[in-house]
Each structure stands twice: as structure tokens, then as C-alpha cells.
């Protein structure tokens, strides 16, 4: 597009355009333009947001070149990555009171010794309301506590997050507070490990928290919490704990001990104990102390060569806990995800599915759907030396919930794989494949038997094959489940649009017993000519008498009787 032609656009809708892009690339692409531009770039009612990634030596002289020439005052936000370059940049790059609407500041890579004067310099900012720290490394400098308190006297801030992951953290022993300092913050991260005291020293800083989010540190399990931080928790509205050392026994009765009032909590548990996936324990404790809460957030990571190694696994009264009524009038639903070595347990609200979006197929709200909407997911196939081999996992899993729904997420999938989950998996109802191997893939007698078998007795009505090499694999798919009824593809690759369907029609005519009945598959580059030629080649060789065809955006949706 020329200039002249940009030209014909207002100057709010370049405010819109500007508001997605970076600050400094704004400024090189429109400065020296032409008179509008420049006053337009200039005007005091643009605001620059910057971010940008720095490692190379040429990259930083760019960046700085074009930050110097920026008008301090229009800078809102100021997030950068520097690799090697924050001496300079602090350097030339000064932050003072010319710096009035700048709001927010991310900065990653910063080292311990220049952190000091560069929080410091944060005084002079009149509106910094957001401030995110992650220290590369420390250099000698280690006193966290002078940090925590320069970051505290900054007099607008509402919200930090101090970050570094190989740090002093045994080091802070900040004073407690005195009534007359304190800070303005509302939501906090302390993104580094911390102590019940270190952490009560901290949020003594901060009498108007809202907002919680913290690392455990190893702890003795005596630690009485001090009445300033049950006050302090007792007005949280969101907690987030990230955690290591901390037993479910013990966060268990640090909430009966508190008078909590959350509205979310969020749990990324690393601790292996498997008492965090009682959810008998889980209901008590919700209903009776946290009453108000509406979103529950939580991740459970298990090694699975630890889980192996153990004797027995912990004894639940009954399976599928996790579908009880509890969880399904909350919308809560459990997800397990197999990825590498781990099993990731995870709670999350329930949102909508892929197969939800079938043509007629109705939006999940009773209880009792919902109930069924616990998935499997593996993104990674533990190999070991079977096939069988993620019938561990799955044993495992069902520990914890039925599943209804697997997935293969970025990784491929055997048949034999398909087989031995299926039959260990019989509530299934939905399967969604990556990528399906058939290559070198000649059952044993039995294997071929079991195939049979799940054949005749597998529930699965929806398929979801997100990358297809060939139509042999939609075949097999419908010979391995015969009650589909909704077979989705979301790349038919350099196959033929006309071919593909013809295949794929004339595999459902053939087979009298199957009940495919709707198909949505993808194509990067259709058009309204193509769903012409597509209706006239189905009514041409009569392919189907009683259907439906329809586009939406890049797919195409066909429905027949």
C-alpha cells in the first residue's frame, strides 16, 4: 500500500492499528514519512507500548538508537529481554520524570549488582502502576531484603512480580513493617521460594493485598502462622501456590486455620503425594472453608518411574471421585496429561470441545454430561519395550477418575497403541489423533483378536484425526469404531478435495454396518467455486441422496441420512 493511499485512513484508526504494534517499530516505519505522520507519531493522544527481544550487538544499537528519539512522555509500557546489554541500556536509556505515562515495566535480564540504582531511578516515575523483575543472576549483590524495600516505597505501584530461579532466597529477613511504611501493591508474585515467615515479612509491606502468588520453601511443619498474615490471607480474593515441600496434610490445615474469603485458587503441586488426589478430602474442605470460592485451579505432577517404584497406590474409597456431583455443578473437570515421565493431573472449568461444535450437537450443561467429560491426554507415548507399556498410565489414571475422551497431542499413535488403550479405556466416547501410524503395524494373532473385540464393544461416536497421510488410516479408523458417527480432519495434506471425499463416501457405502453420518474436514484454500464443484460431484454419482452441505470459514461440513 502506498502512502497516498494510507493516507485516506482517520487518524483514530491509526491509533487502533498503532495499539498492536511496538512502539519503536511505529516510530521507524512512520518517522520522516511526511508531515501528517510525523505529527501524528508525535501527538501527546499516542501512547507507545514496547516490547522486544535483544541478544545481538546490532539489535541493541537499533533499539536504542530509536528509543532516544522517542518522546518520553508517550511511552506506556516498557517490556524488554536483554541478554547482554542492560548496563547500556540503563545507561543511555534514562529513566526520570519525563517518563509520565509510563505505566508498566517488564524487565528480564536484569543482573543483581544493577538492580539497585535502576530501582532507584523507578521513584521518578509519577503513574508506574504494574512492575515485573526477573534478576538473570546474581552478582555478588544479595541483599533481597534492600530490593523488597526499594520496590515497596515505590508510591503508585499496584502490582509486582520479582522473579529468579537460582537465587539467595534464604537471605530475606526483611524488617517487619512499621505503621507508617507500607506499600499500595494489591496483587503480588514473589516468583522465588519463601518461607510462612519469610512470607509473613514480606506481606507486612503490603496491607491492601488482594492477590497472592508465591513458591513454598521447606518449612517446619510446627511454624505457627502469625496473626499479621492471617489477616493479610483472610482478605485475599486470589491465592496461587506453587508447590514443592508442602504436604496435603499441611495446606489442608493452614486452611482450616485461616478465615479464608477466596474467590480462586490456583494449586501447581510438585510434590509427589498422592493425598492431593483424594477429592472426598478436597469436597469438606471447599464446602466448609473455602464457601466462596468459583474458580479452582490445579496441577498435580506424578513421576511415573516414582510411581513404579511404589508398592501400592494410595486406596481410594471409590473411583471416578472427580465426577461426582461436587465437581460437575461447579463445572470442574479433571484432565490428566501424559507428558515425557510425568502424569499432570489437572482441575480446570470446563470448556468447549471440539466435538461440541458438530452441526446439532448440544451445548454440555447438565450435571450428568459433565460428569463425562473427564480426558486423557498423551503427549508424549512412554516407549519402554511394549505397547502395553501406557496401560501403566492408565491404571494409574483410573485411580483418580473414569476417562471418556483421549487424545493424542503432538505425538503419534500406533495401532497397536489404539487397541490396548481402548480395551483398557471401555468408557470412552470421543478419540482425537495427531498422527496415525500404519506402517509396519502387522497385528499378532491376538492383537488382531483384541481389535475384534473392541470393535464389537468400544462406545466411540466422534473421531477428530488432525493430520491424515492417507486414506487407508480414516479406513481403519472406521473398522476400529464402527459407532462413529462424526469423523473430523483437519489436514487432508496434498490429497486431491474431490478424491478425498469420494474415497471416504465410498468406504461408508461399502460398509452397511458403520454409522458415519457427518464429516468436517479443513481446506486452507476453499472457496465458494470448490463447495459448487464438490454438491454437483456428489449429486453426479450419486454418492449420497439425503444430505447437507455447508462451509464455515475453511472447513466444510457434510451431514447425510
Known amino acids: 500500500m502506498s502512502t497516498s493511499s494510507m493516507e485516506i485512513l482517520s487518524n483514530e484508526c491509526f491509533y487502533d492499528i498503532f495499539d498492536y504494534l511496538n512502539g519503536y517499530e511505529i516510530y521507524q516505519a512512520f518517522s520522516n514519512l511526511n508531515d501528517r505522520f510525523e505529527q501524528l507519531i508525535n501527538s501527546s493522544s499516542l501512547l507507545f507500548k514496547?516490547?522486544?527481544?535483544?541478544?545481538?550487538?546490532?539489535?541493541?544499537?537499533?533499539?536504542?538508537?530509536?528509543?532516544?528519539?522517542?518522546?518520553?512522555?508517550?511511552?506506556?509500557?516498557?517490556?524488554?529481554?536483554?541478554?547482554?546489554?542492560?548496563?547500556?541500556?540503563?545507561?543511555?536509556?534514562?529513566?526520570?520524570?519525563?517518563?509520565?505515562?509510563?505505566?508498566?515495566?517488564?524487565?528480564?535480564?536484569?543482573?543483581?549488582?544493577?538492580?539497585?540504582?535502576?530501582?532507584?531511578?523507578?521513584?521518578y516515575l509519577p503513574r508506574l502502576f504494574l512492575l515485573s523483575i526477573y534478576i538473570w543472576e546474581f552478582k555478588g549483590f544479595k541483599d533481597l531484603n534492600y530490593i523488597y524495600q526499594l520496590i515497596f516505597t515505590l508510591p503508585k505501584l499496584k502490582f509486582n512480580k520479582l522473579s529468579f530461579?537460582?537465587?539467595?532466597?534464604?537471605?530475606?529477613?526483611?524488617?517487619?513493617?512499621?505503621?507508617?511504611?507500607?506499600?499500595?501493591?494489591?496483587?503480588?508474585?514473589?516468583?522465588?521460594?519463601?518461607?510462612?515467615?519469610?512470607?509473613?515479612?514480606?506481606?507486612?509491606?503490603?496491607p491492601q493485598l488482594h492477590r497472592l502468588s508465591f513458591t513454598d520453601e521447606e518449612d517446619d511443619n510446627n511454624t505457627k502462622i502469625d496473626n499479621h498474615l492471617l489477616s493479610i490471607l483472610s482478605q485475599l480474593t486470589h491465592l496461587t501456590i506453587k508447590i514443592w515441600h508442602t504436604t496435603f496434610d499441611r495446606l489442608e490445615m493452614l486452611i482450616k486455620n485461616t478465615n479464608l474469603k477466596l474467590n480462586s485458587l490456583s494449586l501447581d503441586i510438585s510434590l509427589e503425594d498422592v493425598n492431593y488426589l483424594d477429592s472426598a478430602r478436597w469436597e469438606i474442605l471447599i464446602l466448609k472453608y473455602l464457601p466462596q470460592l468459583n474458580t479452582f485451579h490445579f496441577d498435580y505432577t506424578e513421576d511415573m518411574e516414582g510411581r513404579r517404584k511404589l508398592s501400592k497406590h494410595l486406596e481410594l474409597e471409590e473411583s471416578n471421585q472427580f465426577s461426582s456431583l461436587f465437581w460437575s455443578e461447579r463445572k470442574w473437570v479433571l484432565e490428566t496429561e501424559v507428558d515425557f515421565e510425568f502424569i499432570i493431573y489437572s482441575i480446570r472449568p470446563y470448556?468447549?470441545?471440539?466435538?461440541?461444535?458438530?452441526?446439532?450437537?448440544?451445548?454440555?450443561?447438565?450435571?450428568?454430561?459433565?460428569?463425562?467429560?473427564?480426558?486423557?491426554?498423551?503427549?508424549?507415548?512412554?516407549?519402554?519395550?511394549?505397547?502395553?507399556?501406557?496401560?501403566?498410565?492408565?491404571?494409574?489414571?483410573?485411580?483418580?477418575?473414569?476417562?471418556?475422551?483421549?487424545?493424542?497431542?503432538?505425538t503419534e499413535a500406533s495401532i497397536r497403541h489404539l487397541i490396548y488403550l481402548i480395551k483398557a479405556l471401555p468408557d470412552l466416547t470421543t478419540l482425537k489423533i495427531h498422527d496415525l501410524v500404519l506402517k509396519e503395524q502387522n497385528l499378532s494373532t491376538n492383537e488382531t483378536d483384541i481389535f475384534l473385540f473392541i470393535s464389537k464393544t468400544n462406545k466411540i461416536t466422534k473421531v477428530y484425526l488432525e493430520n491424515m497421510t492417507g486414506i487407508e488410516q480414516v479406513d481403519i479408523l472406521i473398522k476400529l469404531c464402527p459407532r462413529m458417527n462424526y469423523l473430523q480432519i483437519n489436514n487432508i495434506n496434498d490429497m486431491e478435495v474431490e478424491l478425498f471425499l469420494k474415497e471416504i463416501l465410498s468406504i461408508q457405502?461399502?460398509?452397511?454396518?458403520?454409522c458415519l453420518c457427518s464429516l468436517c474436514f479443513r481446506i486452507p484454500l476453499l472457496d465458494d467455486q470448490m463447495m459448487e464443484t464438490l454438491e454437483e460431484m456428489i449429486d453426479h454419482e450419486k454418492l449420497l441422496i439425503n444430505y447437507t452441505i455447508k462451509r464455515i470459514c475453511d472447513s466444510i461440513y457434510l451431514y447425510w441420512r
Open 165 to 206: 530461579f537460582y537465587g539467595p532466597s534464604s537471605y530475606i529477613l526483611l524488617p517487619m513493617i512499621t505503621n507508617k511504611q507500607f506499600s499500595f501493591i494489591k496483587h503480588l508474585v514473589i516468583d522465588h521460594s519463601c518461607t510462612l515467615e519469610q512470607l509473613n515479612r514480606i506481606v507486612s509491606y503490603t
Open 351 to 410: 470448556e468447549k470441545r471440539w466435538y461440541e461444535y458438530a452441526q446439532q450437537q448440544p451445548i454440555i450443561n447438565s450435571s450428568l454430561q459433565l460428569s463425562k467429560s473427564a480426558r486423557l491426554n498423551f503427549t508424549y507415548i512412554p516407549i519402554y519395550n511394549s505397547p502395553k507399556a501406557p496401560i501403566f498410565v492408565v491404571n494409574s489414571v483410573l485411580t483418580a477418575t473414569n476417562i471418556y475422551h483421549l487424545i493424542f497431542t503432538k
Open 509 to 514: 457405502m461399502e460398509d452397511i454396518d458403520n
Open 50 to 123: 514496547t516490547a522486544v527481544e535483544i541478544s545481538r550487538d546490532e539489535s541493541f544499537s537499533n533499539f536504542i538508537n530509536q528509543m532516544i528519539h522517542l518522546n518520553k512522555h508517550q511511552i506506556f509500557s516498557l517490556h524488554i529481554k536483554l541478554t547482554n546489554h542492560i548496563d547500556s541500556f540503563l545507561s543511555q536509556f534514562i529513566i526520570d520524570s519525563s517518563l509520565n505515562n509510563l505505566q508498566s515495566i517488564n524487565i528480564r535480564g536484569i543482573d543483581s549488582h544493577a538492580i539497585v540504582s535502576f530501582l532507584k531511578s523507578l521513584a
